[in-house]
């Protein structure tokens, strides 16, 4: 988490004079396993809550830039990959 959520934070920060003047939006792509009561990967949904809150928190202040900040939240996707596991 401490590499994640500064970089994402930092990046934002960087993209607003040009998302201004495109008005251009920010889109985070998290999972819905930052809403999982109990999770077999804390960490994992620790940092998508954080990504979460980041972009609450971002797209109330921002949208008086005329930014619009969104999050994608997909859950499991069943594949031959979740099958055979």
Do not use: C, H, W
């Not at 809150?53 to 930014?67: D, F, H, N, P, V």
């Amino acid at each position: 988490i401490n590499i994640f959520v500064p970089r994402i934070i930092r990046l934002s920060q960087l993209a607003v004079k040009y998302l201004e003047t495109t008005s251009g939006s920010i889109v985070n792509v998290s999972s819905i396993g930052s809403y999982l009561k109990i999770s077999m990967m804390p960490y994992y949904s620790v940092a998508k809550s954080a990504l979460d809150q980041i972009t609450i928190q971002m797209a109330g202040s921002l949208i008086k830039k005329g930014i619009r900040v969104n999050s994608v939240n997909p859950g499991p996707v069943r594949t031959n990959f979740l099958v055979s596991g």
